[in-house]
């Protein structure tokens, strides 16, 4: 494929794109989990590279100044938890400077695993958020929000997610939200005590929320979703162009 052909099909009209209900996306991931035998672990690692993929692409490292390299990421006890401690990891294979703050840490396995690496690559972990907002704007040069996921409500992920999701509303440099905004309802969009980040990434497939986006970036980081599979939940996606992991649904 040309050049030329692959910037064109790297994007798709939004009357032509598949939007996931939450039934869909449950359906979808099933469908990888239990008939293709992807195990969690690995859906983890493959959307947290691809986050920080994405990342790299609105920040590219040669332009940034080393402030602007700094990333802290919040971290919530579910799936988009893990994900998102999985990007941290990956974006400091790609030489930014992350930081974690993970208040609610998950019993599970892959978070303990995961966790385990970060801390063994010298990645920070906050004990704290600091309660004056400034001082994590002049800290980092932008965040990562993996508290929430499409199954969580705000009002079951506990106090300190709460406070967490309350300072990243607050903060003035960009957010990047992986899969669905933190408080966003899955079906209908933002909500009035959800996050309204620079940059999404959807995960897999946009969900239905994603029509309600209108930051800067839209990424769909869905390349390992097999081909049967696109066609049964109809997926009109755009192409990835060479060897890319993640799409732009927005323009650049």
């Known amino acids: 494929m040309s050049a030329a052909r692959a ?18 996306a449950a359906a979808l991931e099933r469908e990888l989990l239990e008939d293709y035998r992807f195990a969690r672990p690995q859906l983890a690692e493959l959307c947290g590279q691809a986050s920080a993929v994405a990342v790299t692409k609105v920040w590219p490292l040669p332009a940034l100044s080393r402030k602007q390299r700094t990333v802290l990421v919040v971290c919530g006890p579910e ?3 893990a994900v998102g401690l999985a990007c941290a990891r990956h974006l400091r294979v790609f030489e930014y400077e992350p930081s974690v703050f993970y208040p609610t840490r998950s019993p599970e396995p892959l978070h ?13 972990f906050l004990s704290y958020l600091p309660a004056e907002v400034r001082l994590i ?33 607050l903060l003035s440099i960009p957010v990047v939200s992986l899969d669905i905004p933190s408080g966003w309802d899955p079906e209908t969009g933002a909500a ?12 897999a497939a946009p969900k239905r929320c994603a029509r309600g986006f209108s930051g800067r970036h839209h990424f769909v980081a869905g ?14 996606l755009p192409r990835y162009a060479g060897t890319e992991c993640v799409a732009p649904l927005s323009p650049q």
């Not at 910037?7 to 869909?24: C, D, H, I, W």
């Not at 303990?112 to 920070?124: A, F, G, N, S, V």
């Not at 959800?194 to 995960?203: A, E, I, Q, T, W």
Request: aromatic share 4%.
């Open 223 to 236: 390349r390992f979703v097999p081909d049967d599979v696109r066609r049964k939940f109809a997926l009109r």
């Open 192 to 203: 009035e005590d959800g996050l309204r980040p620079d940059v999404l990434v959807s995960l």
């Open 137 to 169: 704007n002049d800290a980092y040069g932008l965040a990562v929000d993996a508290v929430l996921g499409p199954c969580v409500q705000p009002a079951a992920m506990g106090a300190p997610c709460a406070r967490a999701l309350a300072t990243l509303k």
């Open 7 to 24: 910037a064109a099909g790297a994007q798709a009209p939004e009357e032509e794109r598949r939007f996931l209900s939450a039934v869909e």
């Open 112 to 124: 303990r695993d995961l966790t385990t690496q970060c801390e063994k690559m010298d990645i920070p």
């Open 79 to 81: 799936h988009n938890g």
